[in-house]
């Protein structure tokens, strides 16, 4: 039926339905209205008019049977049940649903000898193939499905989708090694499926089985050879197995098929960020940016380039362009925050601190800049408790209890400081420290010399102007 005449169907039922008038439909137009509303997900709707439908045609044995498909949908399966122990029917839809009310049941074995009865059915469709195929994965019979659609191959006379399908709920449940073999069989039916060996690629590459992937790949291009999501994801398998130059080469010819430069030029820029070759890197994000100038992405790129090559004005540049095209960048915030930090900036870094974690409270690092800009504004108390927050997540944080006892010195707080003092020498003493990285570990063996000169700070009642700078 044409769109037109089915929008006129759907109309002059709802209609009726809303009391505008009395109608007549033939039992094929309230299959198509129910098929309208499940194709819409709207299931109580589908079955209220299979049930009118029923009013009209009482003895219709195909809307009994999609009503007890509905009911079954619904969980409403005792009425279900009652529908199909009153139809005599068995065609492959009736046979769904009984084997269905099997699973529910758990008479699992049972189940899956109906399921097997609909390949000898002289009315099997690959459709229904697929409804089994539904049912099994519901009902996490994964060993009867297999089952299912290898005997479905022998009498199916074209089985590729439905070995697709089976290959697909393979990668869901992460048997990548299952899925390869399916794959494989799809290729010898079809040693030209630009589909199979591109969907082979991926499996490849998600066992880290680059070499793999990436012929896989080259087969596909073989047949198609600008296909671009094959193209591209050759150049992420190089990436993803270290070999930039070759990822750089692959993002290029990429480029010269897309539409999307931008997207391509940003690969290419993190290719040759992967080599520390900051200044190509910068080249073609620029090139991203002039092909997609509303790209937050591209401007934050482009910031961290120009902070690695020491140009901090570049980066607070293209840090600030990136919160204009979107405010809500948490780590655009952060990073700005941190930069304005390190350049003696501390309102600034306090205000961009400050809305990074309003947007992302979780950051621990972002908290514990923001401490330290609340040191230098004086803000002892807001230092304090970012501080303190910190350490919850991280007792070991040594740079950040350093800095909680200078805040708490500070806010005049010497008991306090004092005790905190203590604290780091107890931990020093009796903590194992054996599973932080190399780097904390030589900090607390050289704890004494710091711990000294702390008490040293305490003694000496320094005020809050004193010269003594907090760790950033």
């Given at each position: 039926?044409?769109?037109?005449?089915?929008?006129?169907?759907?109309?002059?039922?709802?209609?009726?339905?809303?009391?505008?008038?009395?109608?007549?439909?033939?039992?094929?137009?309230?299959?198509e209205i129910a098929d309208h509303y499940e194709s819409k997900g709207q299931m109580p709707k589908a079955l209220h008019a299979i049930e009118?439908?029923?009013?009209?045609?009482?003895?219709?044995?195909?809307?009994?049977?999609?009503?007890?498909?509905?009911?079954?949908?619904?969980?409403?399966?005792?009425?279900?049940?009652?529908?199909?122990?009153?139809?005599?029917?068995?065609?492959?839809d009736a046979t769904l649903i009984r084997a269905e009310l099997l699973f529910l049941d758990g008479q699992v074995k049972q189940a899956h000898r109906l399921m097997l009865t609909l390949l000898d059915?002289?009315?099997l469709q690959e459709d229904i193939c697929f409804?089994?195929?539904?049912?099994?994965?519901?009902?996490?019979?994964?060993?009867?499905?297999?089952?299912?659609?290898?005997?479905?191959?022998?009498?199916?006379?074209?089985?590729?989708?439905?070995?697709?399908?089976?290959?697909?709920?393979?990668?869901?449940?992460?048997?990548?090694?299952?899925?390869?073999?399916?794959y494989n069989k799809l290729i010898d039916k079809d040693p030209y499926s630009v589909t199979d060996w591109f969907s082979l690629a991926k499996v490849e590459a998600l066992l880290k089985h680059y070499d793999k992937a990436i012929e896989a790949c080259d087969f596909a291009l073989a047949v198609k050879e600008d296909d671009e999501a094959v193209l591209s994801f050759k150049g992420y398998c190089y990436y993803d197995s270290g070999q930039y130059d070759k990822a750089i080469e692959q993002f290029k010819e990429y480029a010269?098929?897309?539409?999307?430069?931008?997207?391509?030029?940003?690969?290419?820029?993190e290719c040759y960020i992967k080599r520390e070759d900051y200044n190509n890197a910068l080249t073609y994000f620029h090139k991203a940016l002039e092909a997609d100038p509303a790209n937050s992405n591209i401007c934050y790129q482009l910031a961290t380039c120009?902070?690695?090559?020491?140009?901090?004005?570049?980066?607070?540049?293209?840090?600030?362009?990136?919160?204009?095209?979107?405010?809500?960048?948490?780590?655009?915030?952060?990073?700005?925050?941190?930069?304005?930090?390190?350049?003696?900036?501390?309102?600034?870094?306090?205000?961009h601190l400050s809305r990074s974690l309003a947007l992302n409270a979780n950051d621990r690092e972002t908290l514990r800049l923001k401490g330290v800009a609340c040191l230098?504004?004086?803000?002892?108390?807001?230092?304090?408790?970012?501080?303190?927050?910190?350490?919850?997540?991280?007792?070991?944080?040594?740079?950040?209890?350093?800095?909680?006892?200078l805040a708490y010195a500070r806010?005049?707080?010497?008991?306090?400081?004092?005790?905190?003092v203590e604290l780091i020498d107890k931990m020093a003493h009796t903590f194992d420290f054996s599973e932080l990285p190399a780097e904390e570990q030589q900090q607390w063996k050289n704890v004494q010399t710091a711990i000294q000169s702390l008490k040293e700070f305490l003694l000496g009642n320094i005020k809050p102007d004193e010269n003594k700078e907090p760790l950033s």
């Open positions: 039926m044409s769109s037109k005449k089915s929008n006129e169907l759907i109309e002059r039922y709802e209609q009726m339905v809303s009391g505008a008038g009395s109608c007549y439909f033939d039992s094929d137009e309230i299959d009118f439908g029923l009013k009209l045609h009482p003895d219709d044995v195909d809307l009994r049977l999609k009503q007890a498909r509905y009911l079954l949908y619904l969980d409403r399966t005792t009425e279900a049940r009652k529908i199909m122990s009153e139809l005599a029917d068995y065609s492959p059915s002289d009315e409804e089994a195929i539904d049912i099994y994965a519901d009902y996490n019979c994964f060993d009867g499905l297999v089952e299912f659609v290898h005997k479905a191959e022998k009498v199916l006379p074209d089985s590729r989708e439905l070995l697709r399908e089976m290959a697909a709920l393979c990668e869901d449940r992460s048997e990548y090694d299952r899925a390869i073999v399916i010269e098929v897309t539409k999307d430069k931008s997207v391509a030029y940003e690969l290419i820029g120009y902070y690695d090559l020491g140009k901090i004005r570049e980066a607070i540049i293209y840090l600030q362009d990136t919160i204009s095209l979107d405010e809500r960048d948490d780590e655009a915030h952060s990073f700005l925050g941190e930069i304005f930090l390190q350049v003696g900036d501390y309102e600034k870094a306090y205000r230098h504004l004086e803000n002892y108390k807001e230092a304090i408790e970012a501080f303190e927050e910190v350490l919850q997540g991280d007792m070991y944080d040594l740079q950040t209890r350093f800095n909680l006892v806010n005049h707080n010497e008991a306090a400081a004092e005790h905190q």
